[in-house]
């Protein structure tokens, strides 16, 4: 079903809501959860997390209408900063026109490791590890049945000599968790290996752990920009493009700016995965490592431009094992609501959208960056912000914002003064 959500931003969050209603994009509980502000119950709180005071609320909007791999998706948000919805919805709708995004899961399995130190024969323990590769992925497999009868399970086994300081022999574990991120099942597993691993090998187990830096969990987002959808005019849509391009070059050369330029990626994606019920930490920390894997520090994407073809394409890979599946997902209703409205897509399909959000969220930065400034949207952002801590209501806030962008610098008591000022003159 098409929907034009044209003015959608322009409505008031229950008019928002009536439209999702309208198009049924969501199912009746889960609709009543958001209109009614139903969010994550105290006492469920209280047993998800220690010394529990309250809930802490965050803004819960959507970014629509993205294009990935032919179907469209409503895109749940979680986030405070400003214009980061905006700029999503903004990208999406551009690449739309130019046949949305493409995905490709390169695998979808995670990682946990097992330390081992003061190993007597290393090339003895490396041989016998080897050898009881089938009894040991075996083992792993009985410490936790119920993901191999749901079709995963342990995959493989491998081993590394770290020498240093302190010689470590490792043991990496590869399992597919299916549509859990597979904390729990991987550490079950690892714990599991710790004892014959320490028989084989003679050596002591530091830790055993699942690792963040999920390799074999790989995802490509990639899209296509035609440069009339850039600028009707084609000399400036073409330099757009080009900027566009060395600004990606920038990011991949000095780490200044990558660390920025990364950032911007995960303004999306994390705002994504807190809308999910998904672990944002593990998965920046994972994306931060990748971004050094070739031996330094750099941007994440790749912008390049064909102008025979008068196209921008822009690619990003990232490890991505999102979880559709366990931890929280199903305690937090507004969670619950938010796979309602992207159709409850599995683990591998919500991997694709995490990454298809990223690469527009840095499409929108980027040409924001290089043809009109960063500021140029942030200030009206900041303006509104500003009005709203000077205590305006809401049909104030306009006025006011519009006052303070015509000051060259302005502040919370500029938009205080602005506001006493008008409130004098009704």
């Known amino acids: 079903m098409k929907i034009n959500w044209t003015g959608f931003s322009k409505k008031t969050p229950a008019e928002r809501l009536e439209f999702l209603k309208a198009h049924e994009l969501l ?27 309250s809930i802490l609320a965050l803004p819960y909007s959507i970014a629509p209408d993205f294009l990935i791999d032919e179907q469209v998706y409503q895109v749940p948000f979680v986030t405070e900063e400003p214009s980061v919805v905006a700029a999503a919805s903004f990208a999406a709708k551009i690449i739309k026109r130019s046949g949305g995004f493409k995905t490709k899961i390169h695998n979808r399995q995670m990682i946990g490791q097992v330390a081992l130190y003061d190993v007597p024969d290393v090339a003895k323990a490396l041989e016998q590890i080897q050898n009881e590769k089938s009894a040991l992925l075996k083992l792993a497999n009985q410490a936790h049945p119920s993901i191999v009868k749901r079709g995963g399970g342990a995959r493989e086994l491998r081993t590394d000599f770290l020498e240093g300081e302190t010689d470590f022999l490792v043991v990496y574990l590869v399992v597919d968790t299916q549509e859990a991120m597979g904390a729990n099942i991987l550490n079950t597993m690892l714990e599991a290996l710790k004892e014959r691993l320490e028989e084989i090998t003679g050596g002591q187990s530091l830790m055993a752990i699942l690792s963040n830096y999920a390799t074999e969990a790989l995802v490509t987002a990639s899209c296509e920009i035609d440069f009339h959808s850039l600028s009707r005019d084609k000399a400036e849509a073409e330099r757009t493009a080009q900027r566009i391009v060395l600004a990606s070059q920038f990011a991949k050369q000095d780490p200044y700016r990558a660390s920025t330029h990364n950032k911007g990626i995960f303004n999306g994606i994390d705002a994504v995965l807190l809308a999910t019920g998904n672990d944002w930490r593990a998965i920046e920390a994972g994306a931060h490592a990748y971004a050094a894997h070739d031996g330094a520090y750099q941007g994440l994407s790749q912008w390049e431009v064909d102008l025979e073809e008068e196209k921008l394409y822009g690619q990003l890979t990232l490890p991505m094992p999102v ?4 931890g929280s997902i199903g305690l ?19 991997a694709s959208i995490v990454v298809s959000v990223g690469l527009a969220q840095n499409f929108a930065a980027l040409r924001a960056l290089v043809t009109t400034g960063i500021q140029a949207g942030h200030m009206k952002l900041q303006a509104k912000s500003l009005a709203l801590l000077a205590g305006a209501q809401e049909d104030e806030i306009a006025a006011v914002v519009a006052e303070l962008l015509k000051e060259k610098q302005f502040n919370q008591a500029k938009a205080k003064e602005i506001l006493t000022k008008m409130r004098k003159e009704k």
């Open 332 to 350: 937090n209703p507004m969670v619950v609501a938010s796979f309602d409205l992207l159709g409850q897509p599995t683990a591998k399909e919500l």
């Open 323 to 326: 979880a559709a599946k366990g």
């Open 27 to 53: 199912q009746d509980e889960n609709w009543q959860n958001l209109a009614n502000q139903y969010y994550l119950p105290l006492e469920t709180a209280n047993q998800m997390s220690e010394n529990v005071l």
